[in-house]
């Protein structure tokens, strides 16, 4: 974490935001006690933390002198309730310089997710060269109640107008984009979404993420088991440029059960993924009304007829993300889940992630925008895969095989238009 945040000597940093903010505070501290001295306080309240997160702590006065190197020493104004009251921020700042960090909790929720903001919260100082807005993206779609919030009326008086039953993406995105978890702050933003250990929540997260609109970097993982991540922006690429000779007739049109045709079939499966963008990469204009139905943009390729890299290479220039996932346009049986998963790959490790149905690489592939210029050196039929033996790569394996069965035959055709049970569900 403390990599990701680029903390250096002298940095002073101000957590803000929702349930996990001293956790967050005495991990951070644990990991910088090796680097110099310490100082752990708050603008607010804290609890009184375990003997085992600190060396020394001082309520009032302090004794520099007995304060050594690579230690962590707690400081507050006094004690009431179990909880240590914060100094103002500017009795902070002369003490600022007897240590090498200093982080500071300056927010308070009540341990719970979300909270109604007061005017003066947060109390972050002006000296603070860092922020963390801490989040937990479990709570969209739960019950808008007290178990959730802290300070309902006030929440529901600033977001949830509409009155509104449970926390849905609107008011969520809404509540980070108010940046009141950086109010007066003046330095450098993060967003940390914490808890996210899983596939399930991580959904979660990615639904949230490519809203947010701040000045500032977003991070997700879990401080429990000490996986953080950078959250990449990423654009999906639908190619639909081939000749569908193996075919006979142009396929992308035939209509399947379902009364959609295999390239809107194919489409359904990006529609409810949140993506930086989208894009249909083809070389027919008739699919410009599909492109506004399902909000895709649209690339006439031009040099279709010079091979798959000529469309490949179209999307990659016009993509500013920092990855880009290619999904054939005849992959009528694709799966949102399934992109997904590769997605949540490409999260992590930032490698290309390739699907596998019984260890053989195919579509879909995300690849990291870096390899831009390898793309641009592409001709003919060659496509992304060859990037496959020149750099490092992770695969997924799937175990549906009719999800990557690409139409190129009447017989597959025919195959996937008698899966009726697959047909009566799909819209």
Known sequence: MINYLDLKKGDILAITGSSGKTTLLFYLAQKLKKFGKVLVTTTTKIYIPDKKNYDLMFIGDMDFNKIENNSITVYGHSLENNKIIGWNPSFLKTISKHFDYILIEADGSMGKPLKGWKENEPQIPLFVNKTIGLL???????????????????FNEQFNKNNEKIISEDIFSNYINSNLLFKNSTGERFFFFNQVEDFKTFKKFFTIANKIDINGKVLWGSLFNEEFYTYKKITGAILA???????????????????????????????????????????????KELCKKYYLRFFNNKLAH?????????????CDSDGIIFIPGDMPLLETDTILKLIYEFEKSGKIVASSINNEICAPI?????????????TGDTGGRKLLSLYPYSTINFENQLEFLDVDTQEELQKIRNLHNIWRNRK
Do not use: C, W
């Open 306 to 318: 010079l091979g798959q890299s000529e469309g490949v290479k179209l999307a990659i220039n016009n």
């Open 366 to 378: 995300i690849f990291p925008m870096k390899y831009k210029e390898e793309f641009n050196n592409l």
């Open 136 to 154: 937990n993206s479990k709570s969209l779609y739960e019950n808008i109640d007290e178990n959730i919030i802290h300070r309902l009326p006030l």
């Open 241 to 287: 440029g081939g000749f569908s000779k193996r075919m006979g007739e142009d396929k992308l049109n035939i209509l399947l059960p379902n009364q959609k045709s295999i390239l809107e079939n194919t489409i359904l499966a990006l529609r409810d993924i949140p993506l930086d963008n989208k894009f249909l990469i083809t070389r027919d204009n008739k699919f």
